[in-house]
């Protein structure tokens, strides 16, 4: 069960009695009054009376196939459907699971002198960062007759995450030779790579897809159509600055923002007769990072001194997972209340947070870490 952020305001339902006890005080019940009906007289079944036991049993047997029940009934529900269940629901809205996608970067070329003809990089060249990961162009491409320097992009020859994170001039060992090649690195953070689609993206790509029954003109329309171009895409903020104009921030898995390639290859995706309104000029880009500082004193009870060392680490790791919740959200205020709250929440007494103060964060903006100092002040007494 994927319960998706948009459906959370659904109460849970069942579509068959799920509770045991209730199941068995029902049949006692049932039978108590039957025999009261047969015979006048009243009987109560005792816990040890072989009539309970074998209701019991009954009672287990059908409690199994009630559960069985239920859970066949929910995967016909949003709400609860998962797994092979889940794709087929979506296929009714003609939604498809995504599968594995590879990661992409920018390479840059560098000849040792410039030529007279064109330098040819045939299909599959391959380049590496070691450790047997390897990049590969996906169509011929060649260096302009006069040029020293040629971009052009190449994607990881394994699908999923595997290829993301090698930031710029790690992916520098060319593989499959090119003639003249003097130097040869990657000039952005390979991204876009992502496992296969799970149950919550599936879920969210479903419950949204009614607003594409549009062109992208309402503003769920197009959420919609960016999240369908890639699964790695994990927030979408559509504005409207001025009349005609939708600009659109996004970003990655982990709060990663994409780079040139990605925006302009979402960019091209929107562009589609299809997706956008004629009169829509769309802009693509990555939201503007508010940077913010972290600088505090933490406290830990004197009465939890013997698994102290517990509690630093857990706080070390709400203090990491706070930097990923302010990150991953488009817009997201900078909260300091949010950040003592996992501290204190990881075992620490109290907190003194100099930084960061409450900030307000726009619609285009996302909220990023910067410098973080984390003082551990010791033990206190209560």
């Known amino acids: 069960m994927a319960k998706i952020q948009e459906l959370q305001h659904l109460p849970e339902i069942n579509f068959v009695e799920t509770d045991v006890e209730t199941m068995l005080a029902d049949a006692i019940e049932s039978y108590e009054k039957a025999f009261y009906d047969q015979t006048g007289k009243k009987k109560t079944l005792a816990p040890g009376?072989?009539?309970?036991?074998?209701?019991?049993?009954?009672?287990?047997?059908?409690?199994?196939?009630?559960?069985?029940i239920d859970k066949v009934a929910k995967q016909n529900l949003l709400y609860y459907?998962?797994?092979?269940?889940?794709?087929?629901?979506?296929?009714?809205?003609?939604?498809?699971?995504?599968?594995?996608?590879?990661?992409?970067?920018?390479?840059?070329?560098?000849?040792?002198?410039?030529?007279?003809?064109?330098?040819?990089?045939?299909?599959?060249?391959?380049?590496?960062?070691?450790?047997?990961?390897?990049?590969?162009?996906?169509?011929?491409?060649?260096v302009p007759a006069g040029s020293t320097t040629y971009e052009f992009q190449v994607t990881c020859t394994e699908a999923g995450t595997i290829g993301?994170?090698?930031?710029?001039?790690?992916?520098?060992?060319?593989?499959?030779?090119?003639?003249y090649t003097e130097s040869i690195t990657n000039i952005d953070t390979s991204q876009n790579g992502a496992e296969e689609e799970s149950d919550e993206s599936l879920t969210r790509k479903t419950y949204l897809k009614p607003e594409s029954f549009s062109v992208a003109g309402p503003e769920g329309a197009y959420?919609?159509?960016?999240?369908?171009?890639?699964?790695?895409?994990?927030?979408?903020?559509?504005?409207?600055?001025?009349?005609?104009?939708?600009?659109?921030?996004?970003?990655?898995?982990?709060?990663e923002l994409p780079d040139q390639a990605i925006i302009d290859s979402l960019e091209e995706y929107l562009d589609f007769k299809k997706r956008r309104p004629l009169t829509d000029n769309v802009q693509v880009g990555a939201p503007v990072q508010v940077m913010y500082d972290i600088d505090l004193t933490y406290y830990i009870s004197s009465n939890d001194e013997d698994i102290a060392q517990n509690i630093q680490d857990a706080v070390d790791q709400a203090i990491s997972d706070y930097q990923?919740?302010?990150?991953?959200?488009?817009?997201?205020?900078?909260?300091?209340?949010?950040l003592k709250s996992r501290i204190k929440e990881a075992g620490a007494k109290r907190s003194v947070v100099a930084a960061p103060v409450f900030t307000q964060v726009q619609k285009?903006?996302?909220?990023?870490?910067?410098?973080?100092?984390?003082?551990?002040?010791?033990?206190?007494?209560?």
Not at 167 to 172: E, R, V, Y
Not at 230 to 235: A, E, H, L, P, Y
Request: proline share 6%; aromatic share 8%.
């Open 81 to 142: 459907s998962t797994g092979e269940k889940l794709e087929h629901l979506a296929a009714l809205l003609s939604v498809d699971k995504d599968g594995p996608q590879k990661a992409i970067t920018t390479m840059e070329i560098t000849l040792s002198a410039a030529q007279d003809n064109a330098v040819p990089i045939k299909a599959g060249t391959r380049v590496t960062p070691g450790n047997n990961i390897f990049f590969e162009t996906t169509e011929y491409q060649e």
């Open 49 to 68: 009376d072989p009539v309970r036991i074998w209701i019991y049993s009954q009672v287990l047997k059908q409690y199994q196939t009630n559960l069985l």
């Open 164 to 179: 993301n994170g090698f930031t710029a001039g790690q992916i520098d060992t060319l593989v499959d030779p090119i003639p």
């Open 324 to 338: 990923k919740w302010q990150k991953t959200k488009i817009g997201r205020d900078i909260n300091p209340d949010e």
């Open 364 to 382: 285009t903006e996302v909220a990023a870490a910067a410098n973080i100092t984390i003082n551990y002040g010791g033990l206190e007494d209560e």
């Open 223 to 255: 959420i919609f159509f960016v999240k369908e171009f890639s699964q790695s895409i994990i927030d979408v903020v559509p504005t409207s600055p001025s009349p005609g104009v939708v600009d659109i921030r996004f970003i990655l898995e982990n709060g």
